[in-house]
């Protein structure tokens, strides 16, 4: 087992029926610095064009100032345990915002993209602290029957805060600009500090735990999770495999994880303690985040880009539909923790990972007139699922968990979170590129069957280019530009289904592993 410093009294779960005021001011302020951080991974998805035209990026180059935050975000994670360890949480907690909000304010500055993904990464790097700092605060300032209602508060920050994004984005560019989109996490940051400064009592520096750290688990862990995590966002753009850069980053990233987990296995001070996942409850709940990380993550990357593809909407018209994914959540967080008294968690875990499932299946049948009001219903399942996943999902993975592992098994679960989303993204986006062109194929293959309806048709978007002042050859030409335009966007319609119909049955292999846990 790995060499874990003693909990002071501040950090220590209470043993009385009441919460301290001021641990809950801390808890609350590590979960505004939790929401902050996970609300920064989409916020700017919506404003990339605009940063684009500022910077002077391509598109392709302007996708970097997401990969980068999250391929430092990926990296910070398995750090934080050791780092509040050596450095104490009311210490390390105040430095990671301080930094997180100085990066923020660079990336409004940048003067070009290269400076952007730098302060990108660095808004990554210190905001990825922030989250499983957040989860371990839950664990460990409250009692156990309290637990269930920290739990809720930090299922909102890990559901609700990605569903807003996007909107919450939309909105500040729209109405300001995008440099608002990175202003408008200073306000809270300053706030995040006062609250942890106040709420925690300072640790002494552990210089021995800081000085004998696993570096050779530290450098493995950042080459292979960092490598992994650009290859899946750039995997589709450069071809996979047909990419010398691709294959080379495989084998990197291979090459370091599978070192750094024999690694972690054997060194006495691990920096994360995989023998956790010897635990069969511990283990199956990691493989459950992963399938939340890809349904929540994948859900969030697909639905703009259906909206935008098929529908034409702009930032504000997709942030006004994926509202229904994010505010119904907050109805029912409240309810769930005092239903984990009387239901079973491992229940109520599968209940919410069917109802997201029969979420993403209601999206299996979109057409061509599948626009914004009929994707309501398939949110609103959405909202009700999420909530009833994320916190009894908590309780079920730290059933068996030692106080003193709850940051390296908070570091786990935040891990596979968020590889289950990268993942999600790279296989959704190669899925998509490919079930198009196919369907595309099938449906220029059935043009012969269907020959006389594809002329007719022909004819009557000839006719309609003709009456608006086109002649006769160059209305044809407009007419068959037309139907290739609809045939591809129907093989595109096809292909989003088949990505939901993907998603419909990973949430059901969830919803079986969970119900087939022991009690």
């Known amino acids: 087992m790995s060499a874990v410093t003693v909990a002071p009294d501040s950090l220590a779960t209470p043993t009385s029926t009441s919460v301290p005021r001021r641990h809950w001011i801390a808890l609350f302020g590590g979960l505004l610095g939790a929401f902050m951080a996970i609300l920064d991974i989409q916020i700017t998805n919506s404003s990339l064009k605009d940063i684009q035209g500022a910077l002077s990026a391509t598109l392709d180059e302007s996708s970097w100032i997401s990969t980068s935050y999250l391929v430092a975000e990926m990296i910070a994670i398995p750090l934080s345990g050791w780092l509040s360890r050596s450095l104490g949480k009311r210490r390390y907690l105040t430095w990671t ?114 000085l004998k750290a696993d570096w050779i688990g530290i450098l493995t862990m950042g080459l292979g999770l960092g490598c992994l995590e650009v290859m899946l966002e750039e995997g589709n753009r450069e071809e996979w495999f047909n990419s010398g850069f ?13 070192y750094f987990v024999i690694n972690e296995l054997q060194h006495k001070q691990p920096l994360v303690n995989l023998r956790l996942l010897r635990q069969g409850q511990f ?40 509202m229904w994914m994010g505010f119904p959540q907050l109805i029912f967080f409240p309810i769930v923790p005092k239903l984990t008294r009387v239901i079973k968690p491992k229940n109520l875990v599968t209940f919410g990972f069917a109802m997201y499932g029969l979420s993403c299946y209601v999206n299996t049948h979109m057409s061509a007139d599948f626009g914004g009001d009929q994707l309501i219903l398939s949110m609103l399942l959405r909202a009700v699922g999420s909530p009833f996943i994320m916190v009894p999902l908590s309780l079920v993975a730290m059933k068996n968990i030692s106080k003193a592992d709850t940051p390296d098994a908070s570091t ?32 220029k293959e059935s043009l012969p069957a269907v020959s006389t309806n ?21 209305a044809l030409m407009q007419a068959q530009s037309a139907l290739a335009a ?33 009690d």
């Open 97 to 210: 915002t301080a930094i997180f909000t100085l990066s923020s304010f660079l990336c409004s500055m940048s003067w070009n993209l290269g400076s952007m993904i730098t302060f990108r990464a660095m808004q990554g790097f210190s905001g990825g602290a922030l989250i499983p700092l957040a989860f371990s605060l839950v664990v460990q300032l409250l009692p156990i029957h309290k637990r269930a209602v920290g739990m809720a508060l930090f299922g909102i920050t890990a559901t609700f805060a990605p569903a807003v994004g996007p909107t919450f984005g939309g909105w500040l560019t729209e109405n300001l600009s995008w440099h608002y989109i990175f202003y408008i996490n200073i306000p809270p940051a300053i706030l995040v500090i006062s609250m942890i400064r106040y709420g925690l009592d300072q640790e002494p520096l552990n210089l021995s735990t800081l």
């Open 246 to 258: 691709i294959v080379t980053l495989s084998i990197i990233a291979a090459v370091s994880l599978v």
């Open 283 to 322: 283990a199956m709940s990691c493989l459950a985040y992963l399938i939340l990380g890809m349904a929540l993550f994948g859900s969030i990357y697909v639905l703009p880009l259906y909206l935008t593809q098929i529908q034409q909407y702009n930032a504000m018209e997709i942030g006004k539909v994926l």
């Open 412 to 443: 786990l679960t935040n891990v596979m979170r968020n590889l289950g989303g990268a993942f999600s993204i790279a296989f959704i986006a190669t899925l998509l590129d490919n079930k198009a062109r196919e369907h595309l194929a099938h449906i």
């Open 454 to 474: 594809a002329w007719q048709q022909l004819l009557q978007q000839s006719e309609f280019f003709v009456r608006t002042g086109s002649d006769g050859g160059t």
């Open 486 to 518: 609809a045939m591809q966007r129907d093989a595109a319609i096809m292909a989003y289904n088949d990505v939901f119909l993907m998603m419909t049955a990973f949430l059901a292999l969830a919803a079986v592993i969970i119900f087939c846990m022991k």
